[in-house]
């Protein structure tokens, strides 16, 4: 398995938006001199939303499954002053500090259902996934995945762990059967889910679990007004995914159910 850790790199250079979703991610050089997709701390959903990106795709990959590299990527104060677009200065003005870089894969498409295929095995991975992780976002409207080099990758993990947004009865939200699952774009294809299940709950543990949420940076744990502290709001992660695990056979079961419905 690979090691659970993220290089840091610097942005050099804001090359254009990508004004696909509504939190204006951008394509960014860094000082690896590699391209990267950029998640602002300063778009809407917040640092929420990368440390969402950061935990669901270190997770991804952990298991085994093509996700580009994740770097943290450090914006200069002084970076977006000479933007003329003030919408993007903004936003960079407001993201001064530690944001979340996705390698950049320049060519590729996105994965369409109709077009692409997904063997049997890889699409119950990507399902199991995603019921644990609560990523509402991968279905046949947003598939959040592309097609680079004739391969399928993951991208954007920022609407996954949903129950961060209100922080409220996040034990029950760990207790969910996650009936959305039934809206996955890959839902049809999963056959073996089953033999995903036996596997990824062997391989997740507590011991790793605790290893992804300590890859939080804690500047991005200053909030809730201050009411509580960042080893507070880790250890809220930390749990949120250790009881998802202990009570996978309950999104195992929906995910039956829904293929069940789907058959």
């Known amino acids: 398995m690979n090691s659970i850790n993220l290089r840091t790199v610097s942005v050099i250079r804001y ?21 990267y997709v950029l998640k602002f701390r300063g778009a809407g959903h917040g640092v929420k939303a990368l440390i969402a990106e950061l ?8 298991l085994g499954l093509p996700v ?3 770097v943290f990527a450090n914006l200069d104060e002084a970076f977006g002053r000479t933007e003329a677009d003030e919408e993007i200065q903004d936003l960079l003005q407001f993201s001064q500090g530690l944001n979340l870089g996705l390698h950049y894969l320049s060519g590729a498409i996105t994965y369409d259902a109709a077009v692409n295929d997904c063997e049997a095995l890889l699409a ?11 990523n509402v976002d991968r279905t046949f409207r947003n598939t959040n995945m592309l097609i ?24 029950a939200s760990a207790k969910t059967p996650f ?33 992804f949420v300590n890859l939080i940076p ?27 695990l202990t009570n996978a056979d309950l999104f195992y079961k929906e995910i039956q159910n829904a293929r069940k419905i789907l058959i």
Do not use: C, M
Request: net charge negative; no cysteine.
């Open 55 to 62: 935990l669901g795709g270190e997770i991804a990959r952990y």
């Open 179 to 211: 009936a959305l699952i039934k809206d996955h774009v890959l839902l049809p294809k999963a056959t073996k889910i089953d033999e995903v299940h036996a596997d990824f709950t062997q391989k997740l543990n507590d011991t790793v679990l605790r290893k």
């Open 218 to 244: 804690e500047d991005w744990l200053q909030w809730e007004n201050g009411t509580i502290g960042p080893e507070e709001i880790k250890d809220v992660y930390f749990q949120f995914l250790s009881l998802r």
């Open 148 to 171: 680079w080099h004739k391969e399928l990758w993951l991208i954007d993990h920022g609407a996954a762990f949903y129950f961060h947004h209100s922080w409220d009865n996040w034990e």
């Open 68 to 70: 580009p590299e994740l």
């Open 15 to 35: 090359i254009t938006p990508l004004r696909e979703g509504g939190s204006l991610p951008a394509l960014a050089e860094a000082d690896d001199d590699f391209k």
């Open 124 to 134: 119950s991975k990507i399902v199991w996934l995603d019921a644990f992780i609560t």
